[in-house]
């Protein structure tokens, strides 16, 4: 059986339905503080808080664990910003309690979701998993942090992971069982499409005088069934394998922020107002990924490399979500 942390979340529950539809049984560990009891369509749940190391104790005796997926997380860098301590307390102590949890049971194979905000502001472009970590904002430093976790309990303990380190995760189940749904939404994506479909007023562009070539922040767009399946082929080779590795999971590919509001317009057949606003605090002007490690060691490689069908997979999502109020 396979726990995974936080599956009634965005990409949790897209890996969720791939796995339990592959034929993998499966546990969902959640507190629901962000994730969406309606997004549990497959497999078991258990309500619970990684903070509370009772119901940890309490999941790992009752099931036949034999990895683990990490999703659970707080994961909104403006928010990190201002409470830094729910940051900490949620991301890293949770996590601690969960690694707890495995080892007093045996269990020594973990999937983390990490993420490319580890890096920072990154010293080359395509980032690869040699680039140093460098995270500038409490969020990605939570990320480090865990990760460093995992690095040092595989070296005393012999756990074994696989860390992957998502860039912008988008768009939705192309059967529109699940999608994304955040409350408050933070993610540009699903903002813009809002505002196409008149829910919102506005959509702000931060900041467009970053040294990129039209001024607006650069991002790597990563469909959210490619962050599924890579997340099955890492389950494959992790249960296979007495090994641990970093992978970063993007397109190769980056689009401005200014190019994704033209790629929403053309897919809505709508044009918004869009404002100008100041830069936020630890937005990096460019992240693409490298994602050849994966594929020379996973397999893998994304599927949806293009943004306006990655955009039309949201953007049917979101106007069915508008339907169901």
Known sequence: MILITGGAGYIGSHTLKLLANSGQDCLVFDNFSTGHRDFLKWGQCFEGDLRDPAALEQVFGAYPISAVIHFAAKAYVGESFEDPQKYYDNNVVGSFNLLSAMRNHGVDKIIFSSTCAIYGQPSQIPISEAEPPDPINPYGRTKRMIEQL?????????????????????????????????????????????????????????????????????????????????????LKWLLANDQSEIFNLGCNQGFSVKEMVQAVAQVSGRQFKVNQAPRRPGDPPSLISDYQKAQEVLGWKPEYTDLKQIIQSAWDWQQQESQRG
């Open 150 to 234: 995992l690095i040092d309990y595989q070296q005393a303990y012999g756990l074994n992971y696989a860390i992957l380190r998502y860039f912008n995760a988008a768009g939705a189940d192309p059967e529109l069982e699940v999608g994304e749904r955040h409350l408050p939404e933070t993610h540009a994506i699903p903002l813009a499409i809002e505002t196409a479909l008149g829910q919102r007023e506005s959509f702000s562009i931060f900041g467009d005088d970053y040294d990129t070539a039209d001024g607006t922040c650069v991002r790597d767009y990563i469909h959210v069934s490619d962050l599924a399946r890579a997340h099955q082929l890492a």
